[in-house]
């Protein structure tokens, strides 16, 4: 968790609501990025039906994490490297 302290982007793992041995529930991941508190946050949604994309946005906002929104098919986000 240490070496993620600090990021400016985080996408987690957040399929489903229903917990399943391979993948977070929203509420872990929401969990997670309550410790690292990054800027924005987005849990990413791969095939699963169990989150409808537009409500599961609207359920974050309700619960007070208007910062996090589920990743989509196709999202892009630019990725600078810092030289150290």
Same mark, same amino acid.
């Given at each position: !968790?240490?070496?993620?302290?600090?990021? &400016? =982007?985080?996408?987690? &793992?957040?399929?489903?609501?229903?917990? @399943?041995? !391979?993948?977070?529930?929203? =509420?872990? #991941?929401?969990?997670?990025?309550?410790?690292?508190?990054?800027?924005?946050?987005?849990?990413?949604?791969?095939? #699963?039906?169990?989150?409808? @994309?537009? =409500?599961?946005?609207?359920?974050?906002?309700? !619960?007070?994490?208007? @910062?996090?929104?589920?990743?989509?098919?196709?999202? =892009?986000?630019?990725?600078?490297?810092?030289?150290?």
């Amino acid at each position: !968790m240490a070496l993620l302290e600090g990021l &400016d =982007e985080l996408v987690l &793992d957040a399929l489903r609501d229903i917990p @399943h041995p !391979m993948h977070q529930t929203v =509420e872990q #991941a929401l969990a997670i990025i309550q410790q690292l508190k990054p800027p924005p946050a987005r849990g990413s949604r791969t095939s #699963a039906h169990d989150l409808p @994309h537009a =409500e599961t946005n609207a359920r974050l906002l309700r !619960m007070g994490f208007p @910062h996090v929104q589920l990743a989509y098919d196709g999202l =892009e986000f630019d990725v600078q490297v810092n030289a150290c």
